[in-house]
C-alpha cells in the first residue's frame, strides 16, 4: 500500500499540480487555504483525491469566517490573502472546510495512524517541533503507531519510543529553506521525504496581475523563490489593502 501525505498546500495549484506520484491512499494533512491564489482548485482536488484529510487552521478560520488580526508577517498575510480565500471559494466548498474532522484515525496493513493538522494535544495550533521531549509529553496515551502532523512547514521524522511521527512539511509554502513542494510517501513500511520543483516563476508572475497589496507580493514572491521570510521584508508598508478578489 503506497500513502501519499501531504500538507500545508495552501492554495498553491502550481506545487500541487507537480506532485505527480501514484498512490492508493492520499492524506492531506489541513490548510488547503489561505496565502495562495487558487484556494478553490485545491479544494476541489482534495474532495476528489483525498482518502483521508483533516482541518487545518486556516480551513477552520476561513469556513468559520474567524476575523484575522496582525500587522506583520504571517498573520498579516493571512489576513491580506483571507480576502481571496472567501472571494474564490463556493459555499459548498466553505461547507468541505467546516466539516473536516479535526483528527482522523486510520488502520492501514496492520498499522494504526492518528492525522492531525498540529499535535494530538492541540489539533490545529500548537506547533509540533522535531525535538523527543516535546512529543514524549504529548503523545501519552495515544493509541497509534505512526502520527502525521503538519503545521510547521518543516519536513521530519522522529522516533518516539515504539511511535512515528512523521511530518511532510508544505506543499504550497515551505519555510525551511527549499521552496520546492514537499510531501512523503509512505510504502512497506518505509518513508520516503520527497521533494519537487514547481513552475515558482509562473507563480510569481501571476502574483503581479492579482489587486494585492505591494507588500503582499514582495513577501510572497521571496517566499515562493527562497523557502522563507527574512524579518526586514516581514513588516509590511503602510498602504491600503484594497479589494482583492481573484477569479479563474
Known amino acids: 500500500m503506497k500513502i501519499l501525505l501531504m ?18 491512499i492520499c492524506v492531506s494533512l489541513g490548510d488547503l487555504v489561505d496565502y495562495g491564489i487558487h484556494p478553490a482548485q485545491c479544494i476541489d482536488w482534495a474532495r476528489q483525491r483525498c482518502t483521508h484529510a483533516v482541518r487545518g487552521n486556516h480551513d477552520h478560520s476561513a469556513a468559520q469566517l474567524v476575523s484575522v488580526q496582525g500587522t506583520n508577517g504571517f498573520r498579516w498575510l493571512t489576513a491580506i490573502t483571507r480576502k481571496i480565500t472567501l472571494d474564490s471559494i463556493t459555499q459548498s466548498q466553505r461547507r468541505y472546510l467546516s466539516q473536516l474532522p479535526v483528527t482522523k484515525s486510520a488502520t492501514i496493513d496492520g498499522k494504526r495512524y492518528l492525522f492531525v493538522h498540529a499535535t494530538p494535544r492541540d489539533p490545529m495550533d500548537e506547533y509540533g517541533v522535531p525535538e523527543l521531549a516535546f512529543w514524549e509529553e504529548r503523545l501519552h496515551g495515544i493509541e497509534a503507531d505512526i502520527i502525521c502532523v503538519g503545521h510547521t512547514h518543516q519536513p521530519y521524522q522522529l522516533r518516539v519510543g515504539n511511535k512515528l511521527v512523521i511530518n511532510p512539511g508544505s506543499v504550497g509554502l515551505p519555510r525551511d529553506g527549499d521552496p520546492r513542494a514537499s510531501y512523503a510517501i509512505i510504502e512497506n513500511g518505509q518513508v520516503e521525504m520527497k521533494r ?25 514572491r521571496q517566499i515562493y523563490r527562497t523557502g522563507r521570510l527574512t524579518p526586514s521584508l516581514a513588516i509590511p508598508t503602510n498602504e491600503s489593502t484594497g479589494d482583492v478578489r481573484v477569479t479563474g
Open 196 to 220: 519537487v520543483e514547481y513552475p515558482v516563476e509562473e507563480l510569481v508572475k501571476r502574483l503581479d496581475s492579482v489587486p494585492l497589496p505591494e507588500s503582499a507580493r514582495i513577501m510572497l
Open 7 to 24: 500538507s500545508d498546500i495552501h492554495a498553491n495549484w502550481y506545487a500541487l499540480q507537480a506532485i505527480r506520484e501514484d498512490y492508493d
